[in-house]
């Protein structure tokens, strides 16, 4: 039986790590003070989510895991301030904003869909008197700035995704009826673990499911580029599937004369901490516009892992992974992350 240490260990991912430099980046920015919860959110606030991920990031990595994130939630903080309070603009107060309706809740600007506002955080300067917010959002590497731009639903895989994904499952279901019997996710891991020769073969089915995913989400975005020709809004689908793949549109508070930013912080191949900002909004433009101008430039390449290389002119300029939720669930949800190359 895993004892409680051993649980945390193994449940500090990519994610909560995420989580965790969100909340220390929120801190240092707000004068070493918790991050704000924007009235009414339900749920965990940001002070209970800190205690709790200081104790996993503890449990997995101990006291110098700890400091290193502090480090990078730190340099993140002091280069945002830097951006921030310029022109006589000062921070008021930070809020963490990673849940749905949380920028509505902080702003009063609505958003429909989480995916169009990506901010973590968001920073509320002051300028004689008048108030602006600032939408953050915030990755974190330990050694390279060509982290994930987003992360999306089947919704965004392909118009045959969500099929090929339930059938997938059924074809697990069939072979392995045993767990059938399982009444959630720990069940599943917890037979998963029991039975490690016949997970290592859904592994392997769910590799060829990836793979043939990928390959059919490539075929239908280069047959929407064709039919483009004829059919201009299927080029409109293509460009705006690759807003979110590359998170590269602005957010609904610049549209409402806010701010809005994508924020990296990484250690350099030297081992010097860096960080880097971005306006998704305006730093990608060039790219739609080549391919709206040259359609036959555009390819979209699938690979045997599960990827999609979107090209233009031969070069890669991001990237689609098809991807499981998690590889210890024999009945994990498909999904997939963007990334800028």
Do not use: C
């Amino acid at each position: 039986m895993l004892n409680f240490n051993n649980f945390l260990l193994l449940e500090f991912g990519n994610d909560e790590k995420g989580k965790f430099h969100e909340l220390l980046t929120g801190y240092y920015l707000h004068g070493q003070k918790h991050v704000k919860d924007p009235k009414g959110r339900p749920g965990e606030s940001a002070k209970d989510a800190h205690d709790r991920y200081h104790q996993m990031a503890h449990a997995h990595g101990g006291q110098d895991f700890v400091d290193q994130a502090h480090a990078k939630g730190k340099a993140a903080a002091d280069d945002l301030r830097k951006r921030l309070e310029r022109d006589g603009h000062k921070i008021k107060h930070v809020h963490w904003s990673s849940k749905d309706g949380d920028v509505q809740r902080v702003t009063g600007i609505k958003v429909d869909r989480q995916k169009d506002d990506a901010s973590d955080i968001i920073a509320t300067t002051v300028k004689n008197g008048k108030e602006t917010h600032h939408g953050i959002s915030l990755k974190v590497s330990d050694n390279t700035l060509k982290v994930p731009s987003s992360s999306l639903g089947q919704q965004s895989s392909g118009r045959k995704t969500q099929k090929l994904s339930q059938d997938h499952k059924s074809k697990i279901l069939d072979i392995f009826p045993d767990l059938k019997n399982a009444k959630n996710k720990e069940d599943r891991k917890a037979w998963a673990k029991a039975n490690p020769e016949a997970h290592d073969e859904i592994k392997q089915m769910n590799r060829e499911a990836l793979a043939d995913t990928a390959k059919k989400h490539a075929r239908e975005l280069n047959a929407r580029m064709r039919l483009s020709k004829k059919q201009p809004q299927h080029m409109d689908h293509v460009i705006n599937h690759l807003r979110d793949v590359m998170g590269a549109k602005s957010a609904p508070m610049q549209k409402a004369g806010h701010g809005y930013m994508k924020h990296t912080t990484y250690r350099s191949k030297a081992g010097k901490m860096s960080t880097a900002s971005s306006d998704p909004g305006k730093d990608y433009e060039h790219i739609f516009k080549n391919i709206r101008n040259n359609p036959h430039k555009f390819k979209a390449v699938h690979t045997s892992g599960g990827s999609v290389n979107y090209q233009y002119d031969g070069k890669t300029f991001a990237s689609q992974a098809h991807k499981f939720d998690s590889q210890s669930d024999p009945l994990s949800t498909m999904k997939s992350a963007g990334r800028i190359s």
